[in-house]
Structures are given as C-alpha cells and as structure tokens.
C-alpha cells in the first residue's frame, strides 16, 4: 500500500501562502489519481484539489484561483500552492492516492489562516 507524509502546514495571516507536500512511497501506479482533502472539526473531509496522473487537476469552487495543485511523478511528490489564504481556509490538509486499489490517505497537517 501507497504511504503518504503531508508536510508545510503552519500559522498564516491572512493574504498570506503556504506551500503544501505530500510524499508518496511504495508503488505509485502510472494512471492514479491524487488530491488533497480539508476537514474542520465537526465537517466531513471535502475535496480541495485533485490532479490525474496526465495532469488534469480540478478544485473546489472556494479555492479556484488561488490554490494550485501539481505532482511530480517521478519524485512521487504531489503539492499544493495555497496563495491568498482565508480564515475559512483553516483545517487540516490530508494528501489521499487512488491508484485503482485501495486508497492512502496521509495523517494530515494542520493550517490555520488568523485574520
């Protein structure tokens, strides 16, 4: 099974970035998804952004614009630029893998965005 250390989290004022990685080990297969998830306590984790393996990424509505997600397969590195960050971008930032078996999810790294 794919293991996944998320790293990068932090304290923030707000209109501040933060760069997250996700660092992937074990077999990464060639077509596999990756993505990252938010969740606040009492919230069901939610989708930020999500990239293919041939670099088709999509996020949630609240982060377009400001948020980019990218991989590099060979480092087996997914990451995410979080740029013009917000108080109600606060949670914690899972890295989760899809590789047509079982799913990875990583434990997490805390960000919270002061205003």
């Known amino acids: 099974q794919v293991q996944l250390v998320e790293s990068g989290g932090g304290l923030v004022q707000a209109g501040g970035s933060l760069r997250l990685s996700c660092a992937a080990s074990?077999?990464?297969?060639?077509?596999?998804?990756m993505a990252w998830y938010r969740q606040v306590p009492g919230n069901q984790r939610e989708l930020v952004a999500g990239i293919t393996s041939d670099s088709t990424t999509n996020y949630a509505g609240s982060v377009k614009g400001r948020f980019t997600i990218s991989r590099d397969n060979a480092k087996k590195m997914v990451y995410l630029q979080m740029n013009n960050l917000k108080p109600e971008d606060t949670g914690v930032y899972y890295c989760y893998y899809n590789g047509l078996g079982p799913v990875s999810w990583g434990r997490g790294t805390q960000v919270t965005v002061s205003s």
């Open positions: 074990g077999r990464i297969l060639s077509i596999s998804t």
